[in-house]
């Protein structure tokens, strides 16, 4: 019974909207779909996009790209040397730089050197060097973790070019 009376419903409300398009038509009105296709599409993106600026207004974004880009960056800008070609320059030593990981769960990805000579890299950008040499990298017994490994490394402040043959 109550399937019949919402189709008797919606039956009723056909025939009354297809009369008052009817006689929106007869009048020489466009439907309310019709009426906005007429509208230039430069006068109703501005509309949305005003309507959009306006609603999202107080939010805010917050991530973390910053510290990722620039740690990037840091990277990019130190090189690697090998003892024997960081000897073929006058390079200045700074300090020892170390770097480690620790797999404390079997979800989290194992450590790998490469990137903890990243991690070296970024140490050795912020005091000041351009250039590291990696002495030693390896996997340490550890009882908190699933894998530990840790690097060992010099950073250096290269001078652009050769000094030494």
Not at 84 to 93: E, G, R
Not at 108 to 117: A, E, H, I, S, Y
Not at 143 to 151: D, K, V
Request: positive net charge; hydrophobic residues 40%; aromatic residues 8%.
């Amino acid at each position: 019974m109550a399937l019949r009376g919402t189709a008797y419903l919606v039956h009723l409300l056909r025939r009354s909207l297809r009369s008052h398009f009817r006689a929106k038509r007869a009048q020489g009105k466009l439907p309310l779909l019709a009426a906005l296709w007429k509208i230039p599409i430069m006068k109703m993106l501005i509309i949305i996009f005003s309507t959009l600026a306006a609603a999202c207004s107080g939010i805010t974004f917050s991530t973390n790209l910053g510290p990722y880009a620039e740690n990037r960056v840091k990277g990019t800008v130190v090189k690697e040397y090998s003892p024997a070609q960081i000897a073929k320059y006058d390079a200045v030593m700074l300090g020892f730089v170390e770097a480690s990981y620790c797999q404390e769960r079997i979800d989290q990805p194992k450590p790998n050197k490469r990137g903890l000579v990243k991690d070296l890299k970024v140490r050795t950008h912020s005091l000041g060097g351009n250039g590291v040499v990696v002495e030693a990298c390896s996997k340490v017994a550890s009882g908190m973790c699933n894998q530990y490994m840790e690097c060992r490394g010099v950073a250096y402040s290269v001078p652009q070019r050769q000094s030494k043959p």
